[in-house]
């Protein structure tokens, strides 16, 4: 293990495998099967537990648990996964379960930012650059598009869906899917209006937040229901990247959308 750095107090086991330049904190522990890539660092009290593999640059804050077994309780006791990309930041106390049975998998993307005491569930997939406020927790089979934002302590329940430049209000209670581009808030969450801050900080051009607008209109603001307004907005609308992304995923949903 090539200028890996392992602090006297700390726990790795020897089927560990650690990239060159990782560091391991004061009191961290490692446990079997877990693979780091190139330059990760473990702050201190930092719990890996395997099987798990994350890419390189990984930063894990102190009392981070990243890897436990699934908290469901149909788990049978065999191997589970959890699979994590690279130069994602976790940090106080934040916990990511394996998937429930073999035959699935927990999967984190890369370049997320997951603020103190995050939750993800068993067999969630999340993707790239997303951000987690404080608290956000994720019950299992959760699915996170690309950039999504979570608002802290917002909850979603299992098998739903966040589109991708979607975000969440604080103490949101997601029970249905969000559609990519669109502002989720409230106790049950609405859909509020649509994410320009994100669209514009993500360098959206005008053109494709115009057609945005007008899917939101046709689909949340007229007096369509969800079928009508997908056939409207296929029909009115050019079947650009953006329309298609929003047209897909509603299709794709099995709990329905916010409305």
Known sequence: MDDVQIHPTAIVDSSAELGAGTVVGPYSIIGPEVVLGAGCWLQHHVTLCGP????????FYAYCSIGQQTQDLKYAGEP????????????????VNRSTTAAGKTRIGGCGNFLAYSHIGHDCEVGDAVIFSNNATLAGHVQIGDHAVMGGLTAVHQFCRIGPFAITGGCSKIVQDVPPFLIADGNPAEIRGINLIGLERNGFAPESVKWIKEAFRLIYRSKLNTRQAVEAVQKELPANKEITQILDFIRGSERG???
């Open 80 to 95: 589970t996964y959890l699979e994590i990309g690279q130069e994602n930041t976790f940090r106080e106390f934040c916990t």
């Open 257 to 259: 959308i916010i409305r």
């Open 52 to 59: 798990m593999r994350a890419g390189a640059r990984n930063k």
